[in-house]
């Protein structure tokens, strides 16, 4: 798994420049695209939707092309079926993200959880545990979902 990790990075990400932060923004990036997978996951019904939203924002969010961001999302789902604990990608992403960024990033994983246009309990309960884990109080909880219900709304896709 470690090797194609780097594999990836090597080939796609670190090959974008001789930035000496690559790694640091790589591992970053895997825990982002994980936490995304843990949400489309968590309900038994992974949706087409909800796997275009992720490659999306991943597109968006790191400058990936279309092939890269699939990649990094079949990445994200071995790291997803090996992981023990949401502690891991968390606990990078706390190292990582700014609080900024933090609260950008649980906007994003409402609307992986909206794409589908139906909410599930078990989305709406890792999403509250999630929060606490990136150290987000409850009033930046609920903005982040309002902004993400807008952008659903926007999109038509209203649970």
């Keep these: 798994m ?14 974008a420049g001789n930035d000496s932060d690559a790694p640091r923004h790589t591992r970053a990036q895997i825990a982002a695209a994980a ?3 843990e949400v489309m996951v968590i309900d ?11 490659k999306n924002l991943l597109k968006r969010q790191f400058g990936l ?3 890269e961001a699939e990649e990094l999302l079949n990445l994200a789902r071995q ?18 993200f700014s609080a900024s960024e ?7 994983i409402w609307q992986v959880a909206l794409a589908d246009g139906l909410l599930d309990k078990y989305e709406e309960g890792l999403i509250r545990r ?5 150290h987000i109080d409850h009033s930046q909880y609920i903005k982040a979902k309002h902004r993400a219900r807008e952008f ?6 209203t649970p």
């Design 130 to 134: 999630l929060a606490d884990l990136l």
């Design 2 to 15: 470690i090797n194609k990790i780097k594999q990836f990075f090597s080939d796609h990400i670190a090959s």
């Design 35 to 37: 936490l995304f997978v």
């Design 65 to 67: 092309s279309a092939t």
């Design 44 to 54: 038994a019904r992974t949706a087409p939707e909800e796997e275009n939203t992720i």
């Design 152 to 157: 659903a709304a926007k999109n038509h896709l």
């Design 79 to 96: 790291e997803v079926g090996e992981a023990t604990s949401l502690y891991q990608f968390t606990g990078l992403v706390n190292e990582q």
């Design 102 to 108: 933090k609260f950008d990033l649980l906007t994003q």
